[in-house]
């Protein structure tokens, strides 16, 4: 049998339901801290949130990677830097074996241009009177056809009357695959101007010593080809140099005027200095492959011709955002930084020589630039890997506010409904109490 109650009582009871359900879906939005729960409370905002959550956790998922690409490129840059002071090491040595002198120099010395009967004329050293004297013939008359020279006197330098006035000297020097070649003046030509000119060359010094002889000592290690010649005009004459000269050679300026071009060869004697750090060099030769082959990270090494791919987004196909960074082989022999032995550099000819000392010196600056340009690629692409991962971190992070600015409750304006709807209840709680007074009232009336 139903209980009928009155109006009142049923409208308070009602009112009072209303609130405590609504204080119920409050208090389930303060625990939860959302207030979008189910696609039942909002659909669209549910769904939307619920994508844009999903993408955030896909790139924080792709961080991971986008780190330890970053780290392989840092792994390989720091490899560089190893290398590049490596190298710098390899240049000091050989500025030490270029700071010793060369003992394997091909060297000769000439006849003796001064006598000493001329130093008690003249008053002067033999290595004065010898770079003072004239090449060509000052009587005009040539040697080779009546073996007239002229001594110096008190008033005069003297000459070595090697080829008449009128005629044109000249001098070729060919060490290796270098040739320098000059020709004079002559009537007007001395001793020290032919020296001065072979110091010119580059692959030949020259001096006059105190007995008055020619030296001529070669830069490097290899034969050096030497000749004077004479002629009509300079053709004739550089001609006749290359060929040696043959009656018109002078040779060394020897007094006899009859020898043919010279050859200075090397001494075969090797500087102990530089041949000692012959090892050292090799050693941080080797040090370069064995830093390179260390300069990797999770098994991936730049430094010894990998390859990494860094993903920037979780798209596939030709929407997929990444980056792929080809290494490059770094080795010794790759940088062009070859093995020393004792008496050879393989790759720059002699190491006791001092030329090819000035070929490594260039090899190790090339090998320098060459490590300068790949560490600059690396840098460019670190910098962008760098960016991106600023930039995946940020977004994911806009992304879950997105997703939470559409579901999260506000606990303040929770809070302030829910005391609210307590005081509702309390108010409907004491309708509903003085409902049911105003029923009980009638049976006053028994």
Not at 6 to 11: D, E, H, K, L, M
Not at 281 to 310: C, M, P
Not at 417 to 438: F, G, I, V
């Amino acid at each position: 049998m139903a209980t009928a109650i009155s109006n009142g009582v049923r409208s308070s009871l009602a009112s009072l339901q209303t609130i405590t359900s609504q204080a119920a879906a409050v208090q389930n939005r303060l625990a939860t801290g959302k207030k979008v729960n189910t696609a039942v409370d909002n659909p669209v905002n549910f769904f939307t949130a619920q994508s844009l959550n999903s993408r955030s956790d896909s790139l924080k998922g792709l961080l991971d990677g986008i780190s330890n690409g970053i780290q392989t490129v840092q792994a390989a840059s720091k490899g560089i830097d190893g290398i590049t002071k490596l190298v710098g090491s390899l240049q000091s040595t050989v500025k030490q074996a270029q700071a010793d002198a060369a003992q394997n120099r091909p060297t000769k010395a000439g006849a003796a241009l001064a006598t000493a009967a001329e130093a008690a004329v003249t008053s002067k050293s033999l290595k004065d009177i010898a770079l003072d004297k004239n090449i060509g013939d000052t009587a005009g008359v040539d040697v080779l056809d009546d073996g007239i020279k002229n001594a110096a006197t008190a008033s005069s330098a003297g000459d070595l009357g090697v080829i008449e006035a009128s005629d044109t000297l000249a001098l070729s020097i060919t060490a290796g695959a270098t040739t320098y070649e000059a020709t004079f003046d002559t009537a007007n030509t001395t001793v020290r101007d032919v020296v001065n000119e072979i110091n010119k060359s580059g692959i030949a010094t020259a001096f006059v010593d105190e007995k008055g002889q020619l030296n001529v000592k070669g830069t490097g290690s290899e034969t050096v080809k030497f000749g004077f010649g004479a002629g009509v005009d300079a053709a004739a004459a550089t001609t006749s140099a290359q060929a040696g000269g043959a009656n018109t050679a002078i040779g060394f300026l020897a007094a006899d005027a009859v020898t043919a071009t010279s050859e200075l060869t090397s001494s075969n004697v090797t500087s102990a200095v530089r041949s000692n750090l012959i090892q050292q060099y090799n050693d941080l030769r080797t040090q370069i492959d064995e830093l390179a082959k260390d300069a990797g990270f999770n098994g991936v090494n730049l430094l010894g011709g990998d390859k990494v791919s860094i993903q920037f987004n979780e798209k596939t196909g030709k929407n997929q955002s990444k980056l792929d960074i080809q290494g490059s082989t770094i080795s010794s022999d790759n940088l062009g930084i070859t093995q020393a032995t004792n008496t050879q550099l393989t790759g720059f000819s002699n190491f006791q020589n001092d030329s090819d000392l000035t070929k490594a010196t260039e090899a190790l600056t090339g090998a320098l630039t060459s490590l300068k340009s790949l560490s600059s690629s690396l840098g460019a692409n670190l910098s962008v890997a760098q960016t991106r991962q600023d930039f995946t971190k940020d977004l994911a992070d806009v992304l879950s506010t997105g997703a939470s600015n559409l579901v999260n409750a506000d606990a303040n304006e929770e809070a302030a409904n829910l005391l609210s709807l307590q005081t509702r209840q309390q108010l409907s709680q004491t309708a509903l109490s003085l409902s049911s007074q105003s029923d009980q009232a009638v049976l006053r009336l028994f």
